[in-house]
């Protein structure tokens, strides 16, 4: 059974940063595409950040060179480091196995001052 936890949420200030863990179990950590959603107030989720299998890494144009998606696959660990946060970057984050399909229960992320 995958089980994916996410951790690191909470509330920071504008300008403030967050390092949000997923740790999974129950499946091929190494060979499996991971990434990071994010599901806003009154909005669609999105997909933030992908890190494949090789380390390759995609992010949504709104979060590049402020988040840094990694993988630690000997600790089976996904992260996003969250730098410059703005409001607008408050939301539920949830990790996702991306060819398994499962998703953690996710993360709340709140940017207030």
């Known amino acids: 059974q995958v089980q994916l936890v996410e951790s690191g949420g909470g509330l920071v200030q504008p300008g403030g940063s967050l390092r949000l863990s997923c740790a999974a179990s129950?499946?091929?950590?190494?060979?499996?595409?991971m990434a990071w959603y994010r599901q806003g107030p009154g909005r669609q989720r999105e997909l933030v950040a992908l890190?494949?299998?090789?380390?390759?890494?995609n992010y949504l144009e709104s979060v590049k060179g402020r988040f840094t998606i990694s993988r630690d696959n000997a600790k089976k660990v996904v992260y996003l480091q969250m730098n410059s946060l703005k409001p607008e970057d408050t939301a539920i984050y949830y990790c996702?196995?991306?060819?398994?399909?499962?998703w953690g229960q996710g993360t709340q992320v709140t940017v207030s001052s």
């Open positions: 996702r196995a991306v060819q398994q399909g499962s």
């Open positions: 129950g499946l091929i950590f190494s060979i499996e595409p």
């Open positions: 890190v494949a299998a090789s380390g390759g890494t």
